[in-house]
């Protein structure tokens, strides 16, 4: 299978602004909401989701970015020397509901890791998680609370979740494994 765009940008809106509704309607005595989003794709996702809720509704959402790294239970097997990004998290996260924001739910480690990097800096009233795909294959007891697109894979696909912050481009893509290695 070669690269397959899945989601367009328009269906990338779309999809952002339902789960942004969906936030709403499940947080409706919320005047304050606390979005997280996990580095590196899901703190684009969440800046759009804030802009949204805030242009829908009259809650105040905090936004605060996430870095896991240190936090992950693979870190050895993934990376020699892991890459740093920092975490800015500059609003008090006791009491509140923290959503956190991710692009793509795979095994569950990095939502794992980030709830762990969450209770490490306070004790949030409920952590929530929205992501744009949940693609299966669960490592871990770990269900989104928000779903963009539920995309089952195969272990030898790859969900490639495109942003234009990063990425220059807005989209959502499955492809074979094997591609993606073959052009690193």
Known sequence: ???????????????????????????????CLSLI???R???????????NIEKFSDINVELGELDITFYRDDL???YSTPHLNDSSIDFDINGKTVILVDDVLYTGRTARAAMDAVMSIGRPQVIQLAVMVDRGHRELPIAANY???????????FISVRVFDVDGINEIAISDKALIQNNN
């Open 37 to 39: 989003g996990i580095k």
């Open 76 to 78: 050895s097997m993934k």
């Open 41 to 51: 794709r899901g703190v684009p996702l969440a800046r759009t989701i804030k802009e």
């Open 1 to 31: 299978m070669a690269n397959k765009v899945i989601f367009d940008e328009t269906t990338m809106e779309k999809t952002l602004t339902r789960l942004s509704h969906e936030i709403i309607e499940r947080n409706p005595d919320s005047v």
């Open 147 to 157: 779903v963009g697109k539920n995309i089952p894979t195969s272990k030898d696909e």
